[in-house]
C-alpha cells in the first residue's frame, strides 16, 4: 500500500533481475496531507529528497542538476490500484538551459537532448500549470507548415532547437513567468501535480465506477530516464503479455520507434505492431517474448507492461496485472489453470466477479456488405449506435436510453465519462494499447482506433468516414473483430463461450473454493 501498486511491482521486478531503470518512491501517506498542506518550502523540499537522490545518482553515476553529467528522471505516480492513465506523468525533469550542453555532451546525441526539452516544456506545462496543449501544437503546426513539413519527427537539430526557443515564449506567455530553470523546482513541481493528480476529475470518476473507495492516495515513483528517442533502433512501447481482447495466447504490443513512452499511451502517435520489431529489430523482439513468458511466471498472471528500447537494450519500466474483457477474462483464467501457473480454485476465485449467466459475444450475422473504413480493432464484439462527437452529448444521450457511438479525433483518459456513456468508440488516431482504449476494453465498450478514413468538419458537428458524411445521430456499426466501420444497424448474432462455461461448472464441483 505504502509504495504503490506500480512501484511495488518494479521492486519486485528489480529483485528478480528484470532490467528496471533505478528510482526512489515517495509512499501513498504523503498524498492526503501533501494535497491538504501543499508542496514544502523549496529547500525543504532538497532536505527531504537529498538521500534518496543521492543514492539515485550513485547507482546512474549521474548527477541531478549537474552541467557535465546530468540525471534526468521521470517522475510518475503509483496508486494502490491498477488506474491506467488517469493520474499525471512528467519526463525529462531535470533538463534546463545549462543542463542541456551536458547531456549533449553525455549522449552525443544533440537531436535527442532538444528533443526532450521540447516534451518537457508541454508535459510540464499542462500537468504543472494546466496549460492546454493546444497552444504548444498550434505554435508548431505554423512552424512545421513554414518549414514544409508535418511532423517534429522530420525537423533536424536546427529546426528542433528553434522550436523549444519558441515553446518556451508560449510557456512564458501562458503560464505568466519563464520556464524554470532550477531542477529542483521542476521536480517539487513535478511532484506536487502527481500527487494533486489523486483528485482530478478523470481520476475520481475512474475510482467511482470501480468503487475503489478508502485508498489512502498515490505513491509518487521518481525514476532515472532512459531514452527512446534517441534514435532508430530506439523507441517505446506497451505490450500484453496475452490479447486482453480474446484471452488469446501472444503478444499483443504497439511499439513507436524512435518515441518515449507517453507517445503510445496517449494515443496520439502512430505506431507499429510486433512484425515491425521483428523485421528492424529482430534481438528486442526475441527478448520480449522471453520478458512475457518470465512476467507471467512471476506475477501468475496475465500482465500489461511498458517498456523502453535505448539503443537496441530493452528495459521495463513498469508491470500490472492487465486490464480485458470479461470474455477474455474467463480464457484466460482456464488457460493459466491448464498451464498450472495457477491453481484451479484460483482460476475459480479469477471468474466470482464475472457475469458468466450473460457473457456472450456479438457478431456479424452473414453478408452485411462493403465497410466504409477500418481501423485498428481494440476490443471484441459488434455494436450500432448514433454518432455522437462530444463527451457531453454521449452523456445526455445515454441519460435518454439512446445507444451511441462516441466519434473522435483521438480519444484520452480525460473522455472516461464519455466513453463509460458510450456502447462504443471510433477514432481517427491512436493505438489499441492507450491508456483509454485499455479503459474502454475493460469495460466491454467495442472500441476501433487508428482509423485514416475518419475526418472532421471544421465546425466538429458532422465528420466524414470513407468519403460518406455523418452527421450526430446518423447511425453506424462497429466491428471490433474485423476493425471494420458500416453505415447503419447491421444484423448481429450472439455466441456464448460454452465449452469453458462447461468446464467452470465442472471444477466448481470437484472443488471447494477457499476465501482469497
Not at 528484470?18 to 498524498?31: D, E, G, H, I, S
Not at 530506439?234 to 511499439?255: C, E, H, K, W
Request: proline residues 4%.
Amino acid at each position: 500500500m505504502l509504495l504503490g501498486n506500480k512501484a511495488f511491482n518494479l521492486a519486485r521486478l528489480a529483485a528478480e533481475g528484470f532490467q528496471v531503470p533505478p528510482a526512489f518512491v515517495l509512499p501513498t501517506t504523503m498524498c492526503a496531507r501533501w494535497i491538504t498542506d501543499g508542496p514544502p518550502p523549496l529547500d525543504e523540499f532538497r532536505g527531504l529528497v537529498t538521500a534518496a537522490l543521492s543514492r539515485l545518482e550513485s547507482v546512474s553515476r549521474v548527477r541531478f542538476g549537474d552541467t557535465h553529467t546530468p540525471l534526468l528522471v521521470s517522475v510518475r505516480s503509483g496508486a494502490p490500484a491498477s488506474m491506467p492513465g488517469m493520474l499525471d506523468t512528467v519526463l525529462n525533469v531535470g533538463l534546463t538551459s545549462s543542463t542541456m550542453a551536458g547531456l549533449i555532451e553525455m549522449t552525443g546525441n544533440p537531436h535527442l537532448a532538444w528533443d526532450c526539452y521540447l516534451r518537457l516544456i508541454e508535459s510540464y506545462a499542462g500537468a504543472v500549470r494546466s496549460i492546454e496543449a493546444r497552444v504548444f501544437r498550434d505554435t508548431a503546426a505554423k512552424k512545421l507548415k513554414a518549414l514544409g513539413t508535418t511532423t517534429l519527427r522530420d525537423l533536424d537539430t536546427l529546426a528542433l532547437r528553434g522550436m523549444v526557443s519558441d515553446y518556451l515564449d508560449v510557456y512564458a506567455d501562458a503560464a505568466g513567468e519563464p520556464f524554470p530553470q532550477d531542477p529542483f523546482a521542476q521536480l517539487l513541481a513535478a511532484i506536487d501535480a502527481v500527487f494533486r493528480s489523486w483528485n482530478s476529475a478523470r481520476a475520481r470518476s475512474y475510482r467511482r465506477i470501480n468503487r475503489l473507495e478508502g485508498l489512502p492516495g498515490t505513491a509518487v515513483a521518481v525514476q532515472r530516464m532512459v531514452f527512446g528517442n534517441a534514435g532508430p533502433r530506439s523507441g517505446a512501447g506497451v505490450g500484453f503479455t496475452r490479447d486482453p481482447a480474446t484471452g488469446d495466447r501472444r503478444l499483443y504490443l504497439d511499439f513507436a520507434f524512435d518515441a518515449q513512452g507517453e507517445d503510445v499511451v496517449s494515443g496520439r502517435c502512430p505506431v507499429a505492431g510486433t512484425n515491425d520489431i521483428e523485421r528492424l529489430l529482430p534481438d528486442v523482439a526475441r527478448a520480449l517474448e522471453h520478458l512475457a513468458e518470465r512476467l507471467e511466471q512471476v506475477f501468475r498472471d496475465a500482465q500489461d507492461f511498458e517498456f523502453t528500447v535505448e539503443e537496441g537494450v530493452l528495459w521495463l519500466l513498469q508491470t500490472r496485472d492487465a486490464k480485458r474483457s470479461n470474455w477474455a477474462g474467463l480464457r484466460i483464467a482456464i488457460d493459466l489453470a491448464r498451464e498450472e501457473l495457477i491453481t484451479r480454485e484460483e482460476a475459480l476465485r479469477r471468474v466470482t466477479d464475472l457475469d458468466l449467466a450473460h457473457l456472450a459475444r456479438r457478431s456479424l450475422a452473414g453478408a452485411n456488405g462493403t465497410p466504409i473504413a477500418s481501423g485498428v480493432a481494440a476490443g471484441i464484439g459488434v455494436v450500432a449506435g448514433a454518432v455522437v462527437f462530444s463527451v457531453e452529448a454521449a452523456r445526455e444521450e445515454a441519460r435518454l436510453g439512446r445507444r451511441v457511438i462516441l466519434v473522435r479525433d483521438d480519444i484520452a483518459t480525460d473522455d472516461i465519462d464519455g466513453i463509460m456513456s458510450a456502447e462504443g468508440v471510433l477514432t481517427a488516431r491512436g493505438g489499441r494499447t492507450s491508456h483509454a482504449a485499455v479503459v474502454a476494453r475493460e469495460f466491454g465498450k467495442v472500441a476501433i482506433v487508428g482509423c485514416p478514413a475518419l475526418a472532421f468538419s471544421a465546425d466538429g458537428k458532422s465528420c466524414v468516414i470513407g468519403g460518406r458524411r455523418l452527421s450526430s445521430g446518423d447511425i453506424i456499426t462497429l466491428d471490433g473483430d474485423s476493425g471494420h466501420v458500416y453505415v447503419g444497424a447491421m444484423s448481429v448474432v450472439e455466441t456464448r463461450p460454452e465449452a469453458e462455461l462447461l468446464l467452470i461448472e465442472t471444477w466448481k464441483k470437484a472443488t471447494t473454493i477457499q476465501p482469497a
